[in-house]
């Protein structure tokens, strides 16, 4: 059953992210906003929804029934999703299948966060067990140790250098430059990528992601509701794989190595097919990783060639909106950001980021680090659907 | 410190789990992994929401016994240094340089 022609996403949006938000912001606050916003784009009334998928950190201890109450939503599909930086696409995933089954017509998935500090700080030192137990006693101030030393795997296993990752976060402002919506939009030079404070080495204060306060939202519907005719984006594939190493190797290479032609066999499609990629980026080794094994690197020589022959040069549009990096990181949206920009862009509705005559998109998700490096890994491929 | 041996298949681990990942039992042994050579080492020097630099050494560290451990060294050791690690009060692993 990976025929999901059914389905349809007919809207997806982004509350401003910011970095500094104003008193009185909440997260529930920006949830509310991000389903309002969601809503209007696609012409619903809220009692059209019947299923409710939320993912958040700081939500708690409401949960996603608790969110449908205060927002007025009777559904019958409801569920809370824990997987931060793959939420998105394992929503995604599981309200599709809902709206396939009958279970669910309009279903709206929200994802978003607000940090106070001491939130921000809590998360990291106790996002499971295991760091709770192994990590936080180290003082590691969260995930940027463990992917400084990844990073420096990924440098040794394909000989790259603090130059090539500059170019990546480099390209990703120059989309920033042009999205409205991007937290930091002034240029990136290699000059300041290379004097910019040491976070972890060798990673630097722009190969980690901002954290900021947003919320995004998607909306999907069976393909036969009326709000499906104006703008229809449609699922071609989706595919997923958590702890498919069980924490034993490198961290170089994702469940998506795994699941990758099995992808492109559901989508009858291929990377180069792909109009524009959305990949999750918490660090600049990861978006490499996810590509890679994704097949996107596979006609190039080497993954420094790949970098700046294809994604510095925008021949491979890479998270147009200038990605987590540049956009920033609103908590668990992060899972969601990129879904939205490349529905967005199927859409033609980027502006001046706009990708000519999109058609196809990938978007991937990856996080959840478990002791060494994240456990779970997903993507989807979209298309942009025809108007009735 | 130790780390955790499947009693039926032998399968060692850390953290321990609680089934093995390898054959799906549920009962380990702990396996004395006091020894270690150093994979990687970042020196990290800010940490979200702290202000200023407090430098630290952390590493990763492939222990005899097989798995690989997290620690934090006392000072910047390279790669393949051969190390001891011991288990602090709060649960920290440190490694050493013999």
Known sequence: MNDFAAVSIVAAVEVPYTRHAPPGTSTAGLLAQALKAALLQAELSANEVDGLGVASFTLPPDHAIDFAWRAGLRVSWCMDDGHGGASGINLLQHAARAIQAGDANVIVLVSGDHFEAADFTSLVENYNVTTRAHLRPLNTGGPNPLFAMLTQRQMRASQLTREDYAALCIAQREWASVNPLAVYREPLTLDAYLAAPLVAEPLCRFDCVPVVSGANAIVLSSSTHRCAARSPVRIRALRASYNVDHQHGDGLVTGLAGVRDALWRDANLQPADMNLVSVYDDYPSMILAQLNDLGFADEQPNLHTFIHERIASRRLPVNTSGGQLSAGQAGAAAGMHGLVEAITQLRHEAGARQVDDARFAAVSGYGMVQYRYGMCANAVVLERGAAQ | ?98
């Open chain 2, 1 to 98: 410190m130790n780390v955790f041996a499947c009693v039926a298949c032998g399968h060692a681990d850390f953290p321990r789990r609680l089934l093995c990942p390898s054959c799906g039992r549920d009962e380990f042994v702990e396996v004395d992994a006091s020894k270690g050579s150093v994979e990687d080492v970042t020196t990290l020097h800010h940490r979200a929401g702290k202000a200023g630099e407090d430098i630290a050494y952390i590493a990763t560290v492939l222990t005899q016994a097989g798995p690989r451990v997290i620690a934090r060294l006392e000072r910047l050791l390279a790669p393949g240094t051969v190390v001891s690690l011991r288990v602090e009060s709060d649960g920290a692993i440190v490694a050493l340089s013999d």
